[in-house]
């Protein structure tokens, strides 16, 4: 099987790198010319190196011939993306989301706008959960969870999905594994605003209470309640709420630290799209609200803990 992924950054070039360890032909696209250049000069990066048999190109339609494509963008460029795919008129084909987040303004999850460019002969699916090019580029297995906007179609994506590095649990909601994957980045932002105030044992409030509230979002939105506890959002924690190695991690330290905002964290424009859906579902968020509140509204990141605590409890039953 031939498989394609668009977008040559960190996560794009390393499920490159596994499917192609898979023993599956691969074909790695992007569409900076400079990158592609430096990824035809190198073949590597800091975390991996591609080998020869990985074809790598800026040739779009050339990428598009395969039959199942994961596309590794950021999530704010989708809408765009979408556009110049649909202009290329691919015929049934498997999309498999590697990326995460919410439309900044609108709110919309990225199936929703792939939705709006094409029509039900080319699929979405989506592969979430936690992993690190760090670690997989070092042989060390992760396991993630993946999910289809038409349930005949998960099986495939889980094959495709499933390598000897990357265990995979289907998951039949989809809108709860996008909400909660978008959402598990704003997690990571507090992470790291919690490590840069020297409180990582609050952390334990992200861990028990972040995915209540996320629940309730996506069981407001018409999803299952549960996703959120599962390995889209609650399993990824690991991988972003506790670890470095995670830009939102990364960028809410910078933020206590220097007040600046990272362009890397796709955590930061999620948090004005979770508003937006807050605001729509009348769905009560501290944490999201909070997070809000310190990079959008100039709270002091010190009053993060205050905001959790002073706010009216509830029965954990």
């Known amino acids: ?57 800026g040739d779009l339609a050339k990428a598009l011939t395969s039959e199942v494509i994961f596309i590794a963008i950021r999530a704010q460029s989708f809408r765009d993306f979408c556009q110049v795919l649909a202009k290329q008129k691919p015929a049934r084909k498997l999309f498999i989301l590697a990326m995460k987040g919410l439309e900044e303004k609108t709110g919309k999850r990225l199936s929703e706008i792939f939705g709006e460019y094409f029509d039900q002969r080319n699929q979405i699916g989506m592969l979430a959960g936690p992993g690190h090019p760090q670690e997989i580029s070092k042989h060390i297995p992760t396991i993630m969870t993946c999910a289809a906007a038409d349930q005949a179609w998960l099986p495939k994506a889980i094959k495709v999905c499933e390598t000897p590095l990357m265990k995979i649990f289907p998951n039949r909601d989809l809108l709860g594994v996008e909400v909660g994957a978008a959402i598990k980045n704003i997690m990571g932002l507090a992470g790291g605003i919690l490590s840069a105030l020297n409180c990582p044992s ?17 069981s407001a939105m018409g999803g299952n309640y549960q996703t959120a506890f599962g390995l889209s959002h609650l399993g990824d924690f690991g991988a972003t709420v506790f670890s470095g190695f995670s830009y939102n991690h990364q960028a809410g330290e910078l933020w206590v630290k220097e007040r600046k905002l990272s362009e890397m964290a796709e955590g930061i424009p999620t948090l004005k799209a979770v508003k937006v859906l807050m605001e729509k579902y009348k769905v009560d968020m501290p944490i999201c609200e909070a997070i809000y509140k310190i990079l959008y509204k100039k709270m002091a990141p010190q009053e993060l803990i205050k905001a959790l605590l002073n706010r009216k409890t509830e029965p954990e039953d």
């Open 202 to 218: 609050f952390k334990s409030y992200l861990l028990a209470r972040g995915p209540v509230e996320v629940g309730r979002l996506i």
């Open 1 to 57: 099987m031939q498989i394609s992924i668009l977008g040559a950054g960190r996560w794009g070039s390393t499920i490159a790198w596994v499917q192609q360890q898979a023993g599956r032909k691969v074909i790695l696209w992007n569409r900076g010319e400079e990158l592609i250049k430096e990824w035809l000069a190198t073949r590597k990066n800091k975390y991996l190196s591609l080998p020869k048999e990985v074809e790598i190109t």
